[in-house]
């Protein structure tokens, strides 16, 4: 499929090495991870020509560059396309799942970490706003996190931004046609959640 309007393109980074000794936003991409940004790469191709940015965490900086080598395009590092600020430490999966799910329960609110899900969610656009106005020609691949994504998910979308978060694969993609923010395409991430909400939009 192309697009004859321009896209904005939220990409999850890919499978990282779990690192418990060390903050998430240094862990490195597995080997694992690196395999899946090439077939990540051939479904972004689609999006093309596209200029590229990345959080400045070393699994998204790895994934952008694995994601250029194989599309041929370079990449730039944005600081506020970083993941929702939260504290470091490792968490059982359980207590980081409640703690999650009363950062988008309460979306206004600093509930876990020092942002709230808005703050979250208007960083990141501000970030797509800034990139269309210097780039109005090409589609905007951006290269994020889970919990920032589905903040800004549920901003223009009306899906529950837990149950985006817990469909999101690693890597995934979700792209929004311009200049309405309506979801057009998506890869690792339960596409039912946006067919009740898009009907008759093919995603």
């Not at 792209?175 to 309405?180: V, W």
Request: charged residues 25%; glycine residues 4%; hydrophobic residues 40%.
């Amino acid at each position: 499929m192309t697009y004859q309007n321009q896209v904005v393109v939220l990409i999850r980074h890919s499978v990282p090495e779990v690192n418990s000794d060390c903050p998430a936003s240094e862990w490195t991409l597995s080997e694992e991870g690196v395999r899946r940004c090439e077939t990540l790469a051939r479904e972004l191709s689609r999006f093309l020509p596209a200029v590229m940015f990345s959080s400045p965490e070393t699994k998204a900086i790895e994934t952008a560059q694995h994601i250029g080598l194989y599309l041929g395009i370079d990449f730039s590092v944005r600081e506020d396309l970083r993941e929702h600020r939260r504290p470091a430490t490792f968490l059982p999966r359980t207590e980081f799942h409640d703690n999650i799910r009363r950062f988008f329960q309460s979306p206004d609110s600093v509930e876990y970490g020092s942002e709230s899900c808005h703050d979250v969610a208007a960083r990141i656009e501000s970030e797509i706003r800034c990139a269309l106005t210097d780039h109005p020609d090409r589609s905007i691949l951006m290269v994020t996190h889970g919990t920032a994504m589905s903040s800004f998910i549920a901003r223009h979308a009306d899906v529950d931004a837990f149950s985006i978060w817990d469909s999101l694969g690693l890597p995934a993609y979700i792209a929004f046609r311009l200049p309405s923010f309506d979801i057009v395409d998506c890869g690792g991430v339960d596409r039912g959640l946006f067919y009740k909400t898009y009907a008759g939009v093919e995603i």
